[in-house]
């Protein structure tokens, strides 16, 4: 894409120019509008800023990823939450919004998880076990009196950290696991990727959707799975209003609208920066929770011993689902009820978000004001 940017560069340079008269003419705002939209979509993102009113802590750092911590006025003495973001194509700061609202009753920590284009070979791989690994780390790290919380993807990976802290009866168990919009049977509520990953082989994935990280970055030869191909599945699923919301970004500037422009494109600076993941952590994800549901049936194994969510007796279990989720639909999450069987019923609850999708569950108007606060409360009641 690099010759097509260029091309809109050069583009939004001659048209965009106040000494160009043509730059105020109809044709010209439109060629000028459409390089900016063009140049908006293919740019090269790094990792965006938090930009919360809050100092960030480097509690602990790793090759494949760092858990930090969100210091500001009054986070000392709360609940602390370990917010296990997931490693799925987007940083850590797509929970920019979870965290935000977190913080207002939480001492935050999270999985900070790196760019795997920039993980020297010496790192070592990185797959779904050593996923499990850091997780549990970090929850020792925080002590018995930690809350964790996952989001999305990692939500099978959290449960069978848990699991195992149980199995051990590790003192690090968290007080209690929230479980959001996340694969942990995804048989029971068909989506476009479980049935993406039923009628296509392991070595397809492999073959067609993993490939080298180039030369002339850190992590040159690394196997991974490209950020851009995940961002390019999400858009596939809503092709329209992506189209649709382009084109009202060209609408703007072409009115000379900047401000409503700036305003749709906020979104997309965020939701097109993405990172590559360990192509083994991805197949190993692919197959263990997408193909064959190992968690969910009993086969799962870690490290040579088997993950029992069963034998979680001392964690609270809240699950959060949101009515129109299409990635982890309704179902997919609840699940964990039914294997956590240790829990009794009165440390469980469940949330079904009505008029929410998948990204309403974490971020958003439903988030602030309804699901956060259930949270907080569920939290709260089992501080202690």
């Given at each position: 894409?690099?010759?097509?940017?260029?091309?809109?560069?050069?583009?939004?340079?001659?048209?965009?120019?106040?000494?160009?008269?043509?730059?105020?003419?109809?044709?010209?705002?439109?060629?000028?509008?459409?390089?900016?939209?063009?140049?908006?979509?293919?740019?090269?993102?790094?990792?965006?800023?938090?930009?919360?009113?809050?100092?960030?802590?480097?509690?602990?750092?790793?090759?494949?990823?760092?858990?930090?911590?969100?210091?500001?006025?009054?986070?000392?003495?709360?609940?602390?939450?370990?917010?296990?973001?997931?490693?799925?194509?987007?940083?850590?700061?797509l929970l920019r919004n979870t965290v935000e609202v977190l913080m207002?009753?939480?001492?935050?920590?999270?999985?900070?998880?790196?760019?795997?284009?920039?993980?020297?070979?010496?790192?070592?791989?990185?797959?779904?076990?050593?996923?499990?690994?850091?997780?549990?780390?970090?929850?020792?790290?925080?002590?018995?009196?930690?809350?964790?919380?996952?989001?999305?993807?990692?939500?099978?990976?959290?449960?069978?950290?848990?699991?195992?802290?149980?199995?051990?009866?590790?003192?690090?168990?968290?007080?209690?696991?929230?479980?959001?919009?996340?694969?942990?049977?995804?048989?029971?509520?068909?989506?476009?990727?479980?049935?993406?990953?039923?009628?296509?082989?392991?070595?397809?994935?492999?073959?067609?959707?993993?490939?080298?990280?180039?030369?002339?970055?850190?992590?040159?030869?690394?196997?991974?799975?490209?950020?851009?191909?995940?961002?390019?599945?999400?858009?596939?699923?809503?092709?329209?209003?992506?189209?649709?919301?382009?084109?009202?970004?060209?609408?703007?500037?072409?009115?000379?609208?900047?401000?409503?422009?700036?305003?749709?494109?906020?979104?997309?600076?965020?939701?097109?920066?993405?990172?590559?993941?360990?192509?083994?952590?991805?197949?190993?994800?692919?197959?263990?929770?997408?193909?064959?549901?190992?968690?969910?049936?009993?086969?799962?194994?870690?490290?040579?011993?088997?993950?029992?969510?069963?034998?979680?007796?001392?964690?609270?279990?809240?699950?959060?689902?949101?009515?129109?989720?299409?990635?982890?639909?309704?179902?997919?999450?609840?699940?964990?009820?039914?294997?956590?069987?240790?829990?009794?019923?009165?440390?469980?609850r469940n949330v079904l978000q009505s008029g929410v999708g998948h990204?309403?569950?974490?971020?958003?108007?439903?988030?602030?004001?309804?699901?956060?606060?259930?949270?907080?409360?569920?939290?709260?009641?089992?501080?202690?």
């Amino acid at each position: 894409m690099t010759p097509a940017r260029w091309s809109a560069a050069a583009t939004k340079a001659l048209f965009g120019n106040p000494f160009n008269p043509f730059s105020y003419t109809l044709p010209g705002r439109m060629l000028n509008a459409g390089a900016d939209v063009f140049s908006g979509v293919t740019e090269r993102r790094g990792k965006p800023a938090w930009n919360l009113p809050a100092k960030i802590d480097v509690i602990d750092e790793r090759p494949f990823g760092r858990l930090i911590r969100f210091v500001h006025d009054g986070a000392l003495g709360r609940p602390r939450i370990l917010l296990v973001a997931p490693m799925s194509g987007h940083y850590a700061t797509l929970l920019r919004n979870t965290v935000e609202v977190l913080m207002d009753d939480h001492d935050v920590y999270i999985t900070d998880w790196a760019d795997a284009r920039d993980v020297p070979l010496s790192a070592g791989r990185f797959d779904l076990d050593e996923y499990v690994a850091y997780v549990m780390t970090y929850m020792r790290i925080l002590g018995p009196d930690v809350h964790v919380v996952a989001v999305c993807q990692p939500a099978p990976a959290v449960l069978a950290a848990v699991a195992l802290l149980a199995a051990e009866d590790d003192p690090a168990q968290p007080r209690s696991m929230v479980l959001m919009g996340g694969p942990v049977d995804v048989r029971v509520a068909p989506t476009a990727p479980t049935e993406l990953a039923s009628s296509r082989s392991l070595k397809w994935f492999k073959s067609e959707l993993t490939m080298s990280v180039p030369s002339w970055y850190r992590g040159a030869g690394r196997e991974v799975y490209p950020g851009f191909l995940q961002i390019g599945a999400f858009m596939s699923m809503h092709p329209d209003r992506h189209m649709d919301a382009h084109w009202k970004i060209f609408e703007d500037l072409v009115r000379g609208d900047g401000e409503s422009a700036q305003r749709r494109r906020a979104f997309y600076d965020e939701y097109l920066s993405v990172m590559d993941i360990p192509a083994e952590f991805y197949l190993q994800t692919v197959a263990e929770v997408f193909k064959h549901a190992t968690l969910a049936n009993g086969t799962m194994m870690w490290r040579g011993r088997r993950v029992d969510p069963g034998a979680i007796a001392k964690t609270a279990l809240l699950t959060v689902e949101g009515e129109l989720d299409d990635i982890s639909a309704p179902g997919q999450t609840y699940a964990a009820h039914a294997l956590c069987t240790g829990i009794p019923a009165r440390r469980r609850r469940n949330v079904l978000q009505s008029g929410v999708g998948h990204y309403g569950i974490f971020s958003g108007q439903k988030w602030r004001t309804a699901i956060a606060p259930e949270i907080a409360a569920f939290i709260t009641e089992f501080a202690t």
